[in-house]
């Protein structure tokens, strides 16, 4: 099993993610934020409706298209680029630190302490009649798989295939996909854990909950 | 402000007050406390009990109005939800089968601006559109008129205002959000809204000078209380002789003249409150003069007397050109054409079977064959009428396509829109996205060109001008900075035009013009229209290119814009007319409450929004989050306020078919 | 001539051949790329022959505005489209001529691009000139009545013209590449037909017109290379013919010319059709002032009938194949760098006269896609790409060969372009068979299976070329 303690003291050590900012297209950077520092917003509101903070225009044929930031978080960085200079396609822009919150941090320490079954190809996903029934009454963690066991059901060019679970028996923990959309080979579909340490990961989780604080 | 402040009070009289104090005895109708569909909105049954000589007389209402509670949470401060007016509405008809009058109460700050089935506005509109109509004296009685909340419930034959009470077009708080939306602070300022509310003339006094109400009850000093008895006898008084007085007016004139003479001076004169065939007509009649006569002081008509002269020999004309065509020889000609189909029906007949044995004969002979190829031209070229190009109307080359800059599509993250190039935009799509068919705004001229039939359209009525009836401040410099910009008098264009040959009148709300606001100006210019499509006998189309509502520095002469508009579409649909209404950009509040969102036919153009408020109003006053496509024409498809959903480039298409589908044949009337 | 920088809006072997000629022309040029597209050859020669200011990347080749915010930044001075993306959009060709900062545009006018561009418009001009077209109707038809008459003697006319099972197409008018085209062959059940194509097309295209045509079945696909000036010079590049196409109409391979009597004996004058076809070309290009390259498409009958199609108004894969057996003053012929003299406003200097032909040309289309499974694209890494030279090979491509190369999805799935000569066609298709025999193309996907190309069907397509 995984240290999911270490994991979470690593994670303590830089709790946040880097994202760089690029210029989506070409054309003049105007930018609206300029100091090192800068506290940055997300997109906001119920629907998301309010965009985030802007950090800077891209003009391109007249039209003065805005660059918001995609998450809360702090300006670090600015890459190597004047203000009003013309940048092309893809040029990194400014890095912005994401500190995490609560379920990102649990979503990180899930993914490696878990075994993630992955998805073998490119396809909408659903659990088999049994699983699913059980799993609508009692929950997701009631659900214990083997190897072998016959969980999932690909839905492909409206044919479908049962396909069954490969990995250590463990009961499945978290699931990671929606039934209405289509998953892309490789993305993750569940996580399994394994009975025994099914305690372990609970108190680790509650520790983030109870113990973790959110910076902005 | 001390008006709006008394009127407030949670110690001010309520309706169920006025039902126990005025009335003899009622019983509420679908509601206990908070167990009604809305318990802002009661109904009761009530009657008053009227002594003469020996006999004691029953006499049946019906009271409707809006419930404050005495400030009790559930009953919304009198804020009234779309089904609390349609519960009004279905009650109004039951008084009408039961042939009693309509007392109505009106105690709300407004309606509740949800878009929620029925729908604010469009629910509104149905009341407006059925009080219009409705063939039972009604009497209102106005403590607190809010907008469109009190228009609801507020079409009657006379009004009735509490002397500390206020009528207006909007809260004097939200014009002063309105009006301070330029200053800093968010939150406007006291005196800001003490000015408005002055400016706005919402007080009795002001509005019985202005004759949108006919009488004021006085209240003492610090405004009617539960524990004033005196003013219930007052306020009883006032009603009784209020329906007395619209039964007398409307009866057969000997029997009024004998009654009103002794009435006048007795009181006690019983008067019976039920109303025969005719009189019904004449109380509506009565009614429709009324709302007609309102106003008429609060625009301009630039137009010089020998103008006026000749509209009005013009309207005469047509008058008795169309009861001949239509009416008299219509009517004959109508069996006449009847009978000819029906001849020309065995004809045709007959005559196919004798030429089709021709043909086959004929297609035997040589030579003939080599004709019949030419005819549909298989292999050469064939003639195509220019006519039958979509290019030919596209003429009009609208300013915003003669910049050399892009816009981007608002679907743009959604979609993957690339951004558009706007002379391609404007100049060839129409102002369609061409990724996501995303409608961008026109400027109304565009309509003109691409909808209508080349040099067909003849405006009339130009000279009638918006004014500011109440000098609020800063209007007549806004207006004439309007007028300038568009060229236009007001923000109503009225027009004569064709579409594929056929003739319509056309009532058109111009967005540029202070956000297509109505004001009085704006209200006459639309009942003349309708009232022409009438005598003409012609389809009426309300083209909606934008409108933001009543314009709120008119006050009340804008708000009564409401009932005398929708009173003078219904008589031109009675009378037989099409009505259709088209939304195409922005359209919100007061017109949309009132004479567009009771046409049976309303299409909206793709990407236009409507609603009864905007979502900053609806947030502010309900405290409610909505999502952002909460005016989307689709949304307010699904909802059933609109009929359809038109594509910009089709609109022309759409509009004759409409026409041919709608009207047909005996299209302007029946 | 005057000194340009042209922007070159697109990617792939194309871009290396325009980049080529520029350079021969003595003309300044700048690339632009996609990040999927980054290990494309056309960026390593764009480095190479002109340096870093050569070279943008950009977020789409699909994005005009993209274009147009690096011509401006570049000081580029005209635009050359290449084929697909921006070829054949006359919106792109009129923003060039019209927007504030004015650039040349390499291609016609844009209102020749719209006029053409216009299927019915085609038909119409060309039987304004008496050019044939394919028997129907030649504009759309809104009519029920109308149509079914139309339908009706179509029908009839087939019969007349000896065909024993007549068939007819009816297409959405506003539609285009295969979308809402049906087909009847029973008059009694052109009704129904004709309701859901109509249906099909208000739905697809708000425009219910429809067109009703023959439909010709067993064709030669033949064209017509034509190239003219705008100052009223118009030559021919004699004929091609396309006719090997895998499913979805995709070409193949290419011979030029598009028949040969001399070798293959058809079942008409097909002399006489070559010349027809050039002539009707030729006539119509002049009449609508035609003023850059272009192709007249035509299809041929079993029985030697040609008719117009469409044109093309663009560069396209195939020009090659014509220029590998024209020769003016005994000097291979270049005609995409004519194309871009001409768009600079040059005028031609040669005439019909001084164009030479000779010999035969094929063109062959190399991709990574398995024939034997309805041409499936095959998807991954290519390890091993190489072929020995010889005097008779033009090769195109954008496949680098000294590194690997990982095939992106996103794009045309075209890797390579082999053109052979030989002096008859017998010697043209044993050289083809040389050349696809000593190339070697080898790679792999991520589930570790080999990559199937179609080298073996272009093989087995070489015996029967012109064959018809
Ligand atoms: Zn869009």
Redesign the pocket.
């Known amino acids: 099993m995984i240290d999911t303690i270490s994991i979470l003291n690593e994670i303590k050590q830089a709790p946040y993610k880097e994202i760089t900012i690029s210029a989506p297209h070409s054309g003049r950077i105007e930018f609206a934020v300029d100091q090192i520092g800068t506290r940055v917003k997300g997109a906001s509101g119920t629907w998301f409706e309010r965009p985030g903070t802007l950090l800077a225009r891209l003009v391109r044929e007249g039209n003065p298209k805005p660059v918001y930031a995609p998450e809360n978080g702090e300006v670090v960085k600015f890459h190597d680029v004047n203000d009003r200079e013309f940048v092309q396609a893809g040029t990194p822009l400014m890095t912005i630190r994401h500190f995490l919150t609560k379920q990102e941090v649990m979503d990180i320490i899930l993914k490696k302490a878990l075994h993630l079954f992955n998805a073998p190809e490119k396809g909408r996903y659903y659990f088999v009649a049994e699983i699913d029934a059980k799993i609508k009454s009692q929950g997701l963690r009631s659900v214990s798989v083997k190897e072998g066991d016959e969980v999932l059901i690909l839905s492909r060019m409206k044919r479908e295939t049962t396909i069954p679970y490969h990995g250590p028996q463990g009961i499945i923990y978290t699931s990671y996909f929606n039934s209405n959309e289509s998953v892309e080979m490789g993305a993750p579909l569940f996580g399994v854990c394994p009975e025994d340490q099914v305690k372990d990961i609970k108190a680790v989780i509650d520790k983030i909950q109870s113990g973790w604080e959110e910076q902005e | 402000m001390d008006k709006v402040r008394i009127v407030r009070h949670p110690q001010r009289v309520c309706l169920k007050d006025i039902l126990e104090n005025v009335y003899d005895n009622y019983t509420e109708i679908g509601g206990q406390g908070e167990y009604s569909i809305d318990p802002s909105m009661i109904i009761a049954r009530a009657y008053i009990t009227r002594n003469v000589g020996k006999k004691t007389y029953k006499q049946p209402v019906m009271v409707i109005g809006q419930e404050k509670g005495h400030g009790e949470e559930f009953r919304n401060g009198g804020s009234v939800k779309p089904w609390g007016n349609a519960k009004a509405l279905e009650y109004m008809k039951v008084a009408e089968t039961e042939n009693i009058p309509i007392h109505s109460y009106i105690f709300t700050p407004g309606s509740y601006p949800v878009e929620d089935y029925p729908g604010a506005a469009q629910q509104i509109a149905r009341n407006i559109y059925a009080m219009a109509g409705i063939k039972v004296p009604v009497v209102a009685v106005i403590s607190e008129g809010g907008s469109g909340g009190a228009e609801a419930i507020g079409l009657a034959d006379t009004r009735i205002m509490l002397s500390h009470g206020y009528y207006s077009v909007i809260s004097p708080e939200g014009a002063a959000a309105i009006e301070g939306r330029s200053s800093a602070s968010r939150k406007a300022s006291g005196k800001l809204v003490e000015n408005c509310a002055r400016q706005l003339k919402i007080t009795a006094r002001d509005n019985l000078e202005m004759g949108y109400v006919d009488r004021i009850v006085q209240e003492p000093p610090l405004g009617a209380r539960p524990d004033h008895f005196e003013f219930y006898r007052k306020l009883r008084q006032e009603v009784i002789l209020a329906t007395d007085e619209i039964i007398l007016s409307i009866r057969g004139v000997k029997l009024f003249r004998a009654i009103a003479l002794r009435k006048l001076n007795n009181p006690k004169i019983y008067v019976r409150w039920s109303l025969s065939t005719k009189s019904k007509e004449r109380l509506v009649w009565r009614r429709y003069q009324k709302y007609r006569g309102l106003s008429r002081w609060a625009f301009e008509d630039s137009s010089t007397g020998f103008q006026r002269f000749k509209n009005f020999a013009l309207e005469t004309g047509w008058s008795i050109y169309s009861f001949l065509r239509y009416e008299f020889f219509g009517r004959h000609q109508r069996a006449i054409t009847h009978l000819a189909e029906d001849v020309q029906g065995e004809v045709h007949a007959l005559m196919d079977r004798v030429t089709h044995r021709f043909s086959s004969l004929f297609k035997k002979l040589p030579g003939v064959k080599k004709d019949r190829e030419d005819v549909c031209q298989l292999t050469t070229l064939s003639t195509w009428e220019a006519g039958m190009s979509w290019n030919e109307h596209c003429r009009y080359v609208s300013p915003q396509a003669n910049q050399d800059k892009t816009l981007t599509?608002p679907?743009?993250r959604k979609?993957n829109?690339l951004d558009l190039w706007a002379p391609d935009l404007f100049g060839d799509f129409a102002g369609v996205?061409s990724?996501?068919g995303?409608h961008f705004p026109m400027e109304y001229e565009w309509y003109l060109f691409n909808i209508f039939d080349s040099r067909s359209i003849r405006e009339f009525n130009a000279p009638i001008e918006a004014s500011n009836p109440l000098e609020f401040d800063g209007l007549t410099h806004k207006l004439d900075k309007a007028k300038k910009q568009t060229g236009h008098k007001s923000a109503c264009m009225t027009f004569e035009a064709k579409i594929k040959g056929i003739q319509v009148v056309v009532a058109m709300l111009l967005a540029r013009f202070r956000g297509g606001s109505v004001g009085a100006a704006e209200g006459e210019k639309f009942i003349r229209a309708a009232e022409q499509a009438r005598r003409k006998h012609m389809p009426f189309l309300a083209y909606v290119h934008g409108t933001a509502g009543i314009r709120i520095q008119e006050g009340t002469n804008g708000l009564l814009q409401m009932p005398r508009c929708t009173l003078s579409v219904r008589r031109y649909l009675e009378s037989g007319g099409l009505y259709l209404v088209v939304y195409d950009t922005n359209s919100y509040a007061g017109p949309l409450a009132s004479f567009l969102g009771c046409s049976p036919y309303q299409f909206a153009i793709r990407s236009a929004n409507i609603g009864f408020a905007g979502p900053g109003v609806i947030r502010e006053t309900t405290g409610l989050d909505i999502p952002p496509n909460y005016h989307k024409s689709f949304q307010a498809l699904s909802r059933g306020h609109i009929q359809g959903i038109w594509d910009r480039r089709e609109i022309r298409n759409n509009l004759h078919h409409a026409l041919m589908t709608m009207g047909g044949e005996f299209l302007y009337y029946r | 001539m005057k000194k340009h920088k042209v922007l070159i809006a697109n990617r792939g072997e194309i871009a290396i051949r325009i980049l080529r000629a520029c350079q021969d022309l003595g003309q300044d040029f700048v690339c632009v790329y996609t990040r999927e597209d980054a290990q494309s050859e056309h960026c390593t020669e764009a480095l190479k022959h002109g340096g870093e200011d050569s070279l943008y990347r950009i977020s789409s080749y699909q994005d005009p505005n993209e274009i147009f915010a690096v011509a401006d930044h570049s000081q580029a001075t005209a635009v050359h489209p290449g084929y697909g993306f921006f070829a054949e959009d006359f919106r792109f060709a009129r923003r060039v001529v019209q927007r504030s900062r004015k650039l040349e545009f390499i291609g016609p006018s844009w209102k020749i691009i719209q006029d053409l561009g216009d299927k019915i418009n085609t038909k119409r001009l060309a039987r304004q000139l008496n050019v044939p077209t394919i028997p129907g109707s030649d504009r759309p038809i809104f009519d029920d009545l109308e149509a079914e008459e139309v339908a009706r003697s179509l029908f009839n006319f087939q019969i007349e013209q000896g065909i024993e099972q007549p068939v007819i197409l009816v297409k959405a008018s506003a539609g285009g590449g295969g979308m809402g085209i049906e087909e009847v062959n029973d008059p009694d059940r052109f009704r129904n037909v004709l309701r859901k194509v109509k249906n099909y097309a208000r739905r697809q295209f708000r425009d219910e017109g429809v067109l009703i045509e023959q439909r010709i079945f067993d064709f030669n696909h033949l064209e017509v290379q034509i190239l003219a000036d705008s100052h009223g010079n118009v030559v021919h590049f004699g004929t091609r013919n396309c006719t090997v196409q895998s499913t979805g109409r995709q070409k193949r391979i290419e011979v030029a010319p598009g028949f040969d009597p001399s070798a293959v004996s058809y079942a008409f004058d097909a002399g006489k059709v070559l010349n027809d076809v050039i002539e009707y070309s030729v006539h119509m290009a002049q009449n609508v002032g035609y003023n850059s390259i272009g192709t007249w498409e035509w299809i041929v009958s079993p029985t030697g009938k040609p008719f117009l199609m469409e044109v093309n108004t663009r560069i396209q894969v195939e020009n090659g194949v014509s220029a590998i057996i024209a020769r003016i003053e005994d000097m291979e012929v270049d005609l995409i760098r004519e194309q871009i003299r001409i768009g600079l406003g040059e005028k031609m200097d040669f005439d019909q006269g001084s164009i030479k032909f000779e010999g035969v040309g094929i063109e062959y289309r190399i991709l990574a896609e398995d024939p034997g499974n309805a041409f499936t694209p095959w998807v991954g890494r290519i390890e091993k790409f190489s072929w020995p030279e010889h005097p008779w090979l033009r090769m195109h491509t954008h496949i680098p060969r000294d590194r690997v190369y990982d095939i992106p999805t996103e794009f045309d799935p075209n890797l390579a372009l082999g053109i052979v000569w030989g002096k008859n066609l017998k010697e043209a298709q044993k050289r083809g068979l040389t050349f696809l025999n000593q190339l070697t193309l080898q790679g792999r996907n991520n589930m570790g299976e080999n990559l199937k190309s179609n080298i073996s069907y272009l093989k087995e397509k070489t015996d029967s070329l012109l064959v018809f």
């Open positions: 599509c679907n743009s979609s829109c996205c990724h996501c995303h």
